[in-house]
Antibody
Framework: QVQLQESGPGLVKPSQTLSLTCTVSGGSISSGDYYWSWIRQPPGKGLEWIGYIYYSGSTYYNPSLKSRVTISVDTSKNQFSLKLSSVTAADTAVYYC??????????????WGQGTLVTVSS | EIVLTQSPGTLSLSPGERATLSCRASQSVSSSYLAWYQQKPGQAPRLLIY???SRATGIPDRFSGSGSGTDFTLTISRLEPEDFAVYYCQQYGSSPLTFGPGTKVDIK
């Protein structure tokens, strides 16, 4: 059974860069069978898709965040990562990593990490 | 960007009752590329329905989805205690994919 686990600092200062990593176990990112996404949820609010990466390194980002987002993959560690620059309090959220099957049309998220809360505060 | 609106915001029902949740899109969702998720407090969302009406693996048949175009519905035929949660719709027919604001189903 595949498992995803987010890790990274829980507190980031305004204007700095938020960095998170998702470690995948029980399956290989290199299989090419999945897209790997980041999704966030501000406290008490709804979900916002940030972007995805494929094992080859190709990415697609939400246009609303594109100027500040970088998603990368390390297939040797079976991990993918998120960097979000110039953060403000509005970036405070629970950040999830999630998987989408390439056999399905479109991005549908069938496995999720447990989520990690990142607070932006000085 | 397609904006999804969910109604009602909160649905107060008793176990055993039928729940009907609505998701309306600001423009037509191509090929019924709409999914539903369930989220319980402190947990990640769980995929229930995709393609507007196909149940995900392991989802009980009391959950059903319907609709097309701009109007979609999630129905829970008989609420079990574990079904009290927040439900989100998501469209994935147009980029960027978007989620609705959620409907909370709580115990009356």
């Amino acid at each position: 059974q595949v498992q995803l686990q987010e890790s990274g600092p829980g507190l980031v200062k305004p204007s700095q860069t938020l960095s998170l990593t998702c470690t995948v176990s029980g399956g290989s990112i290199s299989s090419g069978d999945y897209y790997w996404s980041w999704i966030r949820q501000p406290p008490g609010k709804g979900l916002e898709w940030i972007g995805y990466i494929y094992y080859s390194g190709s990415t697609y980002y939400n246009p609303s965040l594109k100027s500040r987002v970088t998603i990368s993959v390390d297939t040797s560690k079976n991990q993918f990562s998120l960097k979000l620059s110039s953060v403000t309090a509005a970036d405070t959220a629970v950040y999830y990593c999630a998987r989408s099957d390439t056999a399905m049309v479109g991005l549908i998220f069938d496995y999720w990490g447990q989520g990690t809360l990142v607070t932006v505060s000085s | 960007e397609i904006v999804l609106t969910q109604s009602p915001g909160t649905l107060s029902l008793s176990p055993g009752e039928r729940a009907t949740l609505s998701c309306r899109a600001s423009q037509s969702v191509s090929s019924s590329y709409l999914a539903w998720y369930q989220q319980k407090p402190g947990q990640a969302p769980r995929l229930l329905i995709y393609g507007a009406s196909s149940r995900a693996t392991g989802i009980p048949d009391r959950f059903s989805g319907s609709g097309s175009g701009t109007d979609f519905t999630l129905t829970i035929s008989r609420l079990e205690p574990e079904d009290f949660a927040v439900y989100y719709c998501q469209q994935y027919g147009s980029s960027p994919l978007t989620f609705g604001p959620g409907t909370k189903v709580d115990i009356k």
